[in-house]
């Protein structure tokens, strides 16, 4: 692993074509917010590559366009964001060219600036795995909700961005498994398109 200074991800980074490999990417990139005037942010350690129109497990499977799925054909480079269960508030990162509708879930990360508001958002008293160890609770962590679905993570003002601070991950430093409560995917439930940094504290355990 390597750490230098930081900037913002350009737009070339998200419009690539290859979702998995994006994926990759993502480990060790720091993901920031900043929401009511009060930053936050955490090292992505875990992702998950969602490529439509073939991938079962997608939103957009078969290019299933809806209200809600409408933002992952834009170009990349924007923030889609769901509701899961009704609690939830799940980040993804648009990747691809405008109609590819390919979508990374922001699975986990560890946290690095301003942890104790991450710890008031979340109620919690302990800085450790439950902080922001999922994808719903680093959305609560990090301020996230659906409102932000849509919003660029490019453009100099956005409340939402990702930055290159010099972190870097090998292929020998990550685990490749099967994505996380997809068994209605069929085939595509046993891809390897889940992506955590080995030995992370932050990551969840394979399943």
């Known amino acids: ?46 992702t998950e590559a969602y490529k439509a129109p073939e991938d079962k ?10 209200e809600r799925t409408k933002v992952m054909f834009e170009e990349g480079g924007i923030a889609y964001v769901y509701l899961c269960y009704g609690i939830h508030h799940m980040f993804n990162v648009v990747t691809g060219t405008k109609g590819m509708a390919h979508a990374i879930l922001i699975r986990a990360i560890e946290p690095l600036d ?23 609770v680093l959305g609560k962590a990090l301020g996230i909700t659906t ?40 085939e595509c439930a046993d891809w390897n398109w889940r992506f955590r940094v080995k030995g992370s504290a932050w990551t969840s355990a394979a399943k």
């Open 114 to 136: 301003n942890i104790p508001l991450m710890m008031s958002r979340r109620n919690r008293q302990k800085v450790n795995r439950q902080l922001t160890g999922g994808p719903g």
């Open 147 to 186: 409102q932000y679905t849509g919003t660029s993570l490019c453009h100099s003002d956005s409340a939402i961005w990702l930055e290159d601070r010099g972190i870097s991950f090998t292929e020998e430093e990550m685990i490749a498994s099967p994505r996380v409560r997809i068994d209605y995917a069929e």
């Open 1 to 46: 692993m390597k750490n230098h200074t930081a900037t913002r991800l350009p737009a070339s980074f998200y419009t690539r074509t290859d979702v998995v490999q994006i994926s990759k990417d993502l480990l060790g990139k720091v993901l920031v917010t900043n929401i009511e005037h009060q930053i936050t942010s955490g090292i992505i350690v875990e």
């Open 57 to 66: 497990a997608s939103h957009a499977y078969n290019n299933r366009l809806t």
